[in-house]
Each structure stands twice: as C-alpha cells, then as structure tokens.
C-alpha cells in the first residue's frame, strides 16, 4: 500500500479506470468497503442518485457502463487526510461529459464517492478563453448592435419563436436556472406574476434578513460583492436579483401569470397559457420547470369558530411588517422562523404579542450555527483556507443522506453545550425545544420536511424575557375576539396570524396542469428518512427536485438561495443535453410513493 494520500488515491484511481475501462464490474467493486457510498449528479445516472452498499453500485455499473464510458480517473489537486484514509478531488471524463469527483478511502477503500457531470462534451459554455468575440471586425451596412439583437430577440420569444425551456416561477430559483440555461445557449422564458424581479423578496415583512449568511447565498457566475453584510435585508436581496436579472440578459416576463398548461402529445409540446401585462398568450415549449418555491401553497388549518372571528387574520405569507400596533393582542400560531419574524415585528411595532407553540422547535443561534456547522464550508475562514463557494456546495453534497445525521449529531452536542445557558432561559420560560429526532439539528429538518426549527437572531430573547407570551398546546376553537386553547385558556386577539408552513410543491401543479399530473409527481421534498412529515420509504435523494420526475418533460427546481445555485447547474446540464438530442437514459427513476 502506498505510504502517502497521493500515492494511495493514484493507485485506487489507476485501478479504478482499468477496471471501468475494461468492463469489469467485480474489480470495480472490490475497490469499494462494504458500507460504501456512491451519489451521482447526472454523471453516470442522469439523475440525482445515491447508490448504498456493493449491491447497488453493482445494480448501476451493470446498467449504464455501456452508456457511459467513464476514463481519465486523476487527481484534480493534492490528496488530504493519511495514506489509509485519504480524501481528495478528481476529474474524470464520461462518453458524454467532463465530471468532477470527491473521493474518500477509508482502510484503502472507497467509503464515499461523489460524482458530478460539469459539462457536456462539444457543448461547453462559451466562456474564459472561450468566449465570443461580440463584434465582427469588419464593416457591413445594415450590422445590427448588441442592444438590437438583444431587443429583437425578446421581441420574437414566445411570439414567433418559442422557447425550448419555460420557468414557471422568477423567485431566486428561477432567475439562477435561467442563467445557467442561458450561457449553454437554452431558449428560455422566466414567467413571474409580480412587477420587477425581486419582488419576491420585496413583498415580505418589511424586517426580513436572510438568516444564512452571504458566503452562502451567492447566485450562479456572480458572487455578491465582497463588502455585502453577512445577513443582507430582503430588499437589497431583491434589488440584487433584478440587476443579475439584466446583467445577466435574461428572458424574463414580469407581470405574467400561468393560468394553465398541458402536454400536446401530438406536438410533444407543453401547451401553457399565461396571462402577460393582461393580454393572453400561449407558449409551446418541450421542458416545463416550476421554479415556485421551497414550498407548494400556504397551509392554513381549519379551526372551529374562525369564521366568527371579528378581527384580521391571515396566513404568516401576507403579513406586511410594520405599522402601528399599539394596543392590539396579536396571536401567532406556530413556533418556527416566520412566527419567530412576525412576533418580533410585532412587539417592536406596539402590540400585546402571543406565539402560540402546537410542537417542539429547534432552535439554533445564528452566532454558534456559523461558527459549528457553516465555518468549515461557508465564511471568510472557509475561503482563507481555499473553500471555495463550490467546492463548499460538493463537500456538502459529498456525504450522502444516509451518513449525513452522523455527522451533524455533534455538532448539534457541542452546539447544546456552547448554548446551554440560552436554551436553559429558553426552556424555563415553557419554551419547548428539541434537536430532531435523532439529535442531527437544523439542516437535517430542513431537508426531511423543510420545518421545525428557528434561527435566532433576537426574538428568542423576547420570549426568555417574556415580552413575547407563549402559549403552549393545541388550539381548540376560535370566537370572535380570541383563541382558546385545548387547556381550555382563551388567548385574547385582534388579528390572528398563522405561521403554520405549507404544502407540498406539486400541490401547484393540481391546479396549473391537473390532479391526474400533480399525484404522479408526487411528494416534492423529503427523503424518506421515516422522521415526521417525512414517510418512508427510504429515497436517499430529495424527492423530485432537480431531476427526471414521473412527467416526462417536466421538472421541480427550488430550494434556498444555496441550493438553488448548486442544483441548478445539473438540471441546466440535463435540459440541455435533452435539447441537443444527446441519450439521457435514466437510471432508477424514482417511483411516487406519496401525492400531495
């Protein structure tokens, strides 16, 4: 065995290409330790698809070998770690593309293998010392600028010329995807209903920051300037999402809204119609995305007696922030970041506040969250030590669900440790706290059912110091001025908000295509970790995002601001290679075990 990281990833590497090279599975995987691991993002699978154990990376290689053609294993940079237990980055080739890998060894074999298709053979974006070369230097009458080309092209997409690719959706999640498609050359429309992109931050509660912080955050290609707060405010986020819309020429149809759509079997078209400045147009593309969200439709319970009550309430979605509260009761119902949000807007601007806690909460400070679970990854030491915001993104990625809880339970302990004091004030006010099912803290809520937890960035206080109420259990009933809980103490009120989440993402596809689509689908999110609000059975990925769904043509893309940015990327590779009539056979297309 070599006696250094490099030495012992050259060798495995070297032995993995011969026997890929050679067809010959059982060398392949002899290389691989019995718990192993192998996530593949379109490389191998055109999919997002995490194989466990010899068995399955067995099941795969048999499958799409042939297709593949994988060669050129190789060190992209030195190996870390020791020589038993090395990690490091690779670069390898497929029939089809270019992948970047992160490998680790552990006793000499593979214990995690991430692969990753970065571009497609013949396809590359046109970019560094492939960029275009914007002006013909040579002079002909009738030479049309930039901003006329520019200008007839908007003038022609979606009228005489349609788009390959419509974005239902120009939140973050959209406006990313679309750039991607736009430097692989992807005829795309971004449709949103609001006036300027960015609204959808804009219309938010006037105190909204971002509770991740910058280094997390960036956009595809364009990093946020390098003096941005930690934690920006949702205007600046919105203002910054309308520049990188123009800048980065986008297709972007603001005041529209999809009323409908359906497939066109004849065509093999989607046949959508939007309602754009108020005149109705339809638009036939082949790929249609919903981009709309983390998130399907605003869930609001229904409670005995709401409709007696003589005062405002409304969902945590249309809470405007600010005003002058002064003398109002203002109940809120739920305990995770937006009732967090809106209780403290509602105590800094006058009013007699009560959150109402139905379950137990995460709650992670934001100050111990960077530093425990983001410093490593996403921050100024991160990028001091050569972390940069992608290789922070496949770090992330290189762990695989299964393994990932294991790795966060510590430093949720030490988290537990460092704030003891905090959750102690927390808890002795009736505050009730929890750190996930298995102890493996926020991200892992986030991911199995995007709820469950706060981070605080003050309003804890207002709680541990009783200047926000609290109010344990269930809600009973409603009357006309109150909330009565199911101990039977009555919660007086003049505006009741309900911070209570929302559905699952293809809910909106019920109502835009039809039921019928939106069941196949299925569940978006969650990975079958048979925690709550995430069923088995097990995935291994997230549930329809950013891949082949049971409806040919149509995919779910969204996220966070870092998810967005990183996903995006391997939904922009697959449209692409769709479009230019390139095989994309997927392997293990997942089945829609849940509807909405």
């Not at 699978?45 to 194989?51: A, G, H, Q, R």
């Not at 001091?384 to 809880?405: H, N, Q």
């Not at 199911?486 to 039809?514: F, K």
Request: glycine fraction near 10%; charged fraction near 25%.
């Amino acid at each position: 065995m070599p006696d250094t990281p490099n030495g012992a990833m050259e060798t495995w590497l070297a032995q993995f290409d011969a026997a890929l090279r050679s067809r010959d599975i059982e060398a392949a995987l002899a290389l691989f330790d019995d718990e192993s691991y192998w996530r593949d993002f379109v490389s191998f699978t055109w999919n997002l698809k995490t194989l466990e154990g010899k068995a399955g990376i067995k099941d795969m290689l048999e499958a799409v070998l042939g297709d593949v053609q994988p060669s050129n294993w190789a060190l992209a940079e030195d190996a870390a770690g020791d020589a038993m237990n090395p990690e490091a980055w690779v670069n390898f080739e497929t029939l089809q593309g270019k992948g970047y890998a992160h490998l680790r060894l552990r006793n000499g074999k593979c214990w995690t293998l991430l692969t990753t298709m970065q571009e497609l053979k013949g396809y590359e974006e046109k970019k560094g010392p492939y960029r275009e070369q914007g002006v013909a230097h040579s002079i002909e009458k009738g030479r049309k600028s930039w901003l006329e080309r520019k200008e007839e092209e908007a003038a022609r997409l979606g009228y005489e010329d349609q788009p390959y690719a419509l974005v239902i959706g120009g939140g973050q999640g959209g406006i990313g995807l679309g750039a991607r498609l736009r430097r692989l050359g992807v005829p795309t429309i971004i449709v949103d209903k609001n006036a300027r992109p960015g609204d959808a931050w804009r219309n938010r509660y006037k105190s909204l920051h971002l509770h991740d912080p910058v280094w997390y955050d960036h956009l595809p290609y364009l990093n946020f300037p390098d003096d941005w707060p930690v934690f920006a405010a949702k205007d600046k986020i919105g203002d910054w999402l309308e520049h990188y819309t123009s800048i980065m020429e986008l297709n972007y149809w603001s005041n529209t809204e999809c009323t409908k759509a359906r497939w066109d079997e004849e065509s093999g078209t989607w046949e959508v119609t939007v309602i754009r400045d108020g005149e109705r147009v339809t638009l036939r593309p082949r790929q249609l995305v919903f981009a709309l969200g983390v998130s399907g439709y605003p869930n609001i319970p229904v409670f005995d007696g709401a409709d007696s009550f003589l005062g405002e309430q409304y969902h945590s979605s249309k809470h405007p922030g600010g005003g002058d509260w002064t003398g109002k009761k203002a109940v809120v119902i739920g305990s995770n970041n937006s009732a967090h949000d809106i209780c403290a807007d509602l105590w800094e601007h006058g009013a007699d506040v009560t959150m109402v806690q139905r379950s137990s909460t995460h709650i992670a400070r934001s100050e111990s969250l960077m530093d425990l679970a983001l410093g490593d990854l996403y921050s100024e030491k991160a990028l001091a030590s050569g972390v940069t915001t992608e290789k922070a993104d496949l770090l992330f990625a290189s762990l695989p669900y299964r393994i990932l809880p294991e790795a966060q339970v510590p430093v949720y302990q030490e988290m537990a440790k460092r704030d003891a004091g905090f959750y102690s004030q927390l808890e002795a006010a009736g505050f009730e706290l929890d750190f996930g099912v298995d102890g493996s803290g926020l991200f892992l809520k986030y991911l199995r059912r995007g709820s469950g937890y706060y981070i605080d960035v003050g309003a804890s206080q207002l709680i541990i110091d009783g200047r926000v109420k609290l109010a344990n259990g269930q809600v009973s009933k409603i009357t006309g001025n109150a909330v009565i809980m199911d101990n039977g103490d009555e919660l007086e009120a003049d505006v009741i908000i309900y911070a209570t989440g929302y559905g699952s993402m293809n809910g909106w596809l019920a109502d835009l295509v039809s039921p019928e689509v939106a069941d196949q689908v299925g569940k978006c999110w969650g990975y079958g970790s048979d925690t709550p609000k995430d069923p088995g059975p097990w995935e291994g990925e997230l549930r329809n995002m950013w891949k082949p769904t049971n409806v040919e043509n149509l995919w779910i893309h969204g996220g966070n601001l870092h998810q967005s940015r990183h996903y995006s990327k391997y939904l922009a590779l697959q449209l692409k290679a769709r479009m230019e009539g390139l095989p994309t056979p997927v392997y293990s297309l997942q089945p829609s075990h849940h509807t909405r």
